[in-house]
């Protein structure tokens, strides 16, 4: 296999003594689309703050591009571009403006900048708002700026955290477009979301992290097939049988998730399941039943609970 | 790119982003010295003249030197506060800038220069205006450019890194109030240091406006006599003025590459 492009061997993050990366190890391939995905806190902007080089490695071992962030980050970042979890436009700067300064920043020559920036400002559907001052915009419009100044410098790694927060649907998919295009015209890409959907629309492979760990490694499809049964039922009950339902079904032997308003059973024939619950005497008031997806895995994985 | 080009990068972005302010900008800087020169000048300085001939000079002159260097410093304070602690927290456009190849001492250089244009163009406007006053001839008054000019580098530098290190801008506006501000009243800009009782005087010689304003006088007065000037030698002046801008800068990028990078 070529040399990864992104690779981390027992890469830590403490922040004094709280440690929010815990000793990770990921390979990201020339070309790939590699996710990040995990709850609240786990460590994921951080890792890309990592990768970014603007924040110093704890202890273990990063190269992107083959080189070390610590001592060679200015190499590295004049390869990628970056689109941070929180907005941080000028401002003071109109929305062209902007683009321009961070191609300047990147040593581009103004002609070229120029050029680029018609082309951005279309992907971005913010032709017409060229000269507005970026202030009044709206928070999908902004977020759809910073994904576009991310790209004007052509890079070869593109890091993306939540990329997506805040826009409308149109507006993900073009940038899910735009994101296949860069990809088959040679780029990495980086992603992190909350978007299960999104993720297994873009990610070749991805990660789960949780509490600074990686908890699971694969693709979407080979996720879903190792921690999820095919299939996934969901029972509601009245709300005053729902006390009882653990012992009503433990014969499932624990493939099963009991919510406050709902059970979910994973199975892989869910035509069996409802067939058994009928023997067992047991008649929710509303079943439903579906693929898994990314989302049941993501959940089995992290717990379903907000832990903080 | 050299680290020199990078910091003009950033100047360049400044100054893409002064365009739409510069008018509220430059009309202050030609109302602040018609304020300060016709209230401290015209109007304290008739009383002044009117009471004493010890200065040498007429008040007027003598203010208007002194003035030149405090509005170098207040200038330059401001500049090295509330537009880097926006960088830091409220616009946060440095955490932007350094995902590019520029880094944060790039981001430094690139304000201090950016501020030593501005400043250039607010002395210049002073200088001009105190030859309209009647205040200094215009070879004196263009003298007194560059010391003050080098002033408030020296203000601008220490400031930043010391707003660099503050969480928010309660300690912005404390420093104002108890640096700047006392600085500005006790540094020799109004009246000779020698006026002070001798302690406040020794301690008058270790605060940097002083240094300020002697070298302005030195500079553009050099005929000025043990009134209004000390007997330190004017290397003295310098030294103090570029240690403390180059110790700043040294500081301020250090502790701005922390900041931004936990
Ligand atoms: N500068 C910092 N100082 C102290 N703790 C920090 C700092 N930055 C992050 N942390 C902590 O590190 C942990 C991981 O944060 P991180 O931002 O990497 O999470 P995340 O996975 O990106 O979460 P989210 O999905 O909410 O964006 C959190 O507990 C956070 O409070
Ligand atoms: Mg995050």
Not at chain 1, 34 to 47: D, E, I, R, V, Y
Not at chain 1, 85 to 98: C, F, G, H, I
Not at chain 1, 167 to 177: I, N, V
Request: proline share 5%.
């Amino acid at each position: 296999m070529a040399e990864p492009l992104v690779q981390a061997r027992g890469l830590t993050k403490r922040f004094d003594d709280f440690v929010a990366v815990d000793a990770i190890d990921f390979d990201i391939a020339k070309g790939e689309a590699f996710g990040f995905l995990g709850p609240n806190g786990a460590g994921k902007t951080s890792t890309m703050k990592m990768i970014t080089t603007v924040s110093p490695i704890t202890e273990g071992k990063l190269t992107v591009f083959g080189l070390d962030p610590d001592a060679q980050g200015r190499q590295i970042r004049q390869h990628l571009g970056v689109v941070p979890q929180e907005d941080n436009l000028d401002l003071e700067l109109t929305v062209s403006e902007n683009l321009y300064v961070y191609g300047r920043y990147h040593d581009m020559h103004r002609a070229d900048i120029k050029a680029r920036i018609v082309d951005l400002l279309e992907f971005a559907q913010l032709s017409d708002r060229a000269d507005s001052p970026v202030e009044p915009l709206s928070g999908g419009m902004k977020r759809r700026l910073t994904i576009a100044r991310a790209l004007i410098n052509d890079p070869d790694l593109v890091i993306l955290d939540e990329p997506t927060t805040g826009l409308d649907p149109q507006a993900r998919h073009l940038l899910w477009d735009r994101l296949y295009r860069l990809k088959k015209e040679g780029a990495t890409l980086i992603i992190t979301t909350h978007y299960m959907d999104e993720a297994e629309q873009l990610c070749d492979r991805l990660v789960v992290m949780d509490k600074g760990k990686i908890v699971a490694e694969g693709s979407p499809r080979q996720l879903i097939a190792q921690y999820a049964p095919r299939e996934v039922v969901e029972l509601r009950f009245p709300e005053e049988l729902m006390g009882a339902m653990a012992s009503r079904l433990d014969w499932l032997e624990g493939n099963t998730e009991i919510l406050a308003d709902r059970v979910i059973v994973y199975t892989d024939d869910a035509e069996d399941t409802q067939h058994q619950l009928t023997e067992h005497g047991i008649h929710p008031e509303q079943v439903l039943v579906r693929r898994s997806s990314l989302e049941d895995v993501f959940l089995k994985l992290t717990g379903r609970r907000l832990i903080d | 790119m050299t680290s020199l080009t990078r910091s003009w990068r950033w100047v360049e972005g400044e100054a893409i982003g002064y365009r739409r302010v510069w008018r509220g900008t430059v009309i202050s800087s030609f109302v602040n010295p018609v304020l300060f020169l016709s209230a401290m000048g015209l109007g304290l300085g008739t009383l002044v003249d009117s009471s004493t001939d010890d200065l040498g000079v007429p008040y007027l002159t003598f203010v208007a030197t002194g003035l030149m260097a405090a509005t170098a410093m207040q200038t330059s304070a401001g500049e090295g506060a509330f537009p880097v602690m926006a960088g830091i927290k409220w616009r946060k456009e440095f955490h932007g800038a350094i995902t590019t190849p520029l880094s944060p001492t790039d981001i430094v250089r690139g304000k201090m220069i950016w501020g030593s244009i501005r400043l250039t163009f607010v002395l210049t406007v002073f200088a001009l205006i105190s030859v309209i006053f009647g205040a200094l001839d215009l070879g004196p008054a263009l003298l007194a450019v560059p010391p003050a000019v080098l002033t408030g580098l020296a203000f601008q530098a220490s400031v930043t890194a010391f707003t660099v290190t503050r969480e928010n801008e309660v300690s912005l506006s404390t420093l104002f109030r108890f640096g700047i501000i006392p600085l500005f009243l006790f540094s020799g800009t109004f009246f000779p240091i020698s006026q002070l009782p001798d302690p406040l005087q020794v301690a008058a010689y270790f605060t940097p406006l002083f240094h300020g304003v002697e070298l302005v006088r030195k500079v553009s007065l050099p005929g000025a006599g043990a009134s209004i000037v000390t007997p330190l030698p004017i290397w003295v002046n310098v030294v103090y003025l570029v240690a403390m801008a180059a110790a700043g800068i040294f500081l301020g990028s250090r502790w701005l590459d922390r900041r931004l990078k936990p």
